[in-house]
């Protein structure tokens, strides 16, 4: 009994850890999540598709790309395509986080997997790196607020959209860069960081020039992560553990 | 059911299976060479630097300004104070070069 009782209050620890941890991101995307709303509803989405397909995709710029070629009426094979590429950089995210979270049950794991957003793996590989388990109850924590307030701040958007005051002066549209710095920022004690930077810096800004969005993304990380793997190993400090 | 549900169905499907595929593929092989434990710890700095680096395209002294006092912040605070620092400059600086 006495064990439950402190295994129940370290999971409810664990929780409010993560709500802890989600507030940043909660911050931060709520303008895009109300932004994606009042778009949709002006591309032709009614309030319920708006609220479905964050609630079902929940991928904010993969649905800004989606309404934006729902609008222009682009064929729908097309527009479901796009939203996969833009969506492809979570193939590395999902290689990467399989390593912390493969003990858990198949139904968390999947659960986890459908929550796994750029700040839900940034967040969970920080906290595998200090050498804290990233259980199941914790990730929850981080990424179930973010989820909720996404959906229904989408919504709300879709519902009140007319509404919104300039966002050029409150800064909406560069947020996320601030955000993501920030979170890149927080990996740099790890080895090869600023060589992978660079690599991925450099790389995805030409493919952007070239190619085009949304592949710079994919072109620019895998610059960054075959740089990690051809360089030798002693430079990556794998093997040996913090 | 409307041509958007579709769209929106199928745009989920595809998203999940960018979530799961890289877990899905990796975990078919039973032993992680060093190189590829390599390549996945750099994915973070990798994939998300991608997130922020085209934007600097585009960026004036407004933008640039936050980002250097986010990465100062860094040196010290949490992301929640790198954050807000950044904003707070970001909007405060475009009241005045817009």
């Known amino acids: 009994m006495v064990a439950e009782a402190i295994s129940e209050g370290s999971a409810k620890s664990d929780f409010w850890d993560g709500v802890r941890l989600s507030m940043p991101v909660v911050v931060a995307s709520a303008p895009f999540a109300v932004l994606f709303g009042a778009l949709a509803v002006d591309n032709g989405f009614s309030v319920l598709e708006a609220f479905l397909m964050s609630a079902t995709i929940y991928g904010g710029a993969s649905q800004m790309v989606g309404i934006e070629l729902f609008g222009q009426h682009v064929a729908p094979w097309l527009i479901v395509l796009s939203i996969f590429a833009v969506n492809f950089r979570h193939v590395l995210y999902s290689a990467g986080i399989g390593r912390r979270i493969a003990h858990w049950p198949l139904l968390q794991q999947a659960v986890g997997y459908f929550i796994l957003t750029d700040p839900q793996f940034a967040i969970a590989e920080a906290r595998a790196e200090s050498g804290r388990p990233v259980g199941f109850v914790w990730y929850l924590g981080l990424g179930l607020p973010v989820y909720l307030f996404w959906v229904i701040e989408s919504a709300l958007g879709a519902l009140f959209g007319k509404m919104i005051p300039d966002t050029h002066a409150l800064g909406i549209d560069f947020l996320l860069p601030i955000y993501f710095l920030g979170l890149v920022l927080g990996f740099r004690k790890r080895p090869l960081w600023a060589p992978v930077v660079a690599a991925s810096a450099i790389a995805s800004i030409i493919a952007y020039r070239t190619v085009g969005s949304p592949w710079h993304v994919s072109i620019g990380a895998v610059a960054g992560i075959l740089l990690a793997v051809i360089l030798p190993p002693h430079h990556s400090g794998v093997g040996k553990r913090p | ?98």
């Open chain 2, 1 to 98: 059911m409307s041509t958007t549900f579709w769209i929106i169905l199928a745009g989920a499907v595809a998203t999940y299976l960018t979530r799961v595929g890289g877990h899905l593929v990796i975990s078919r092989f039973e032993n992680i060479h060093p190189r590829v434990e390599a390549g996945l710890n750099a994915v973070p700095a990798a994939v998300l630097t991608t997130l922020v680096a085209p934007e600097l395209l585009h960026a004036g002294p407004a933008e640039w300004a936050a980002l250097a006092v986010t990465a100062l912040v860094s040196l010290r605070g949490g992301l929640m104070a790198m954050f807000l620092a950044g904003a707070a400059v970001l909007i405060l600086a475009r009241q005045f070069v817009g």
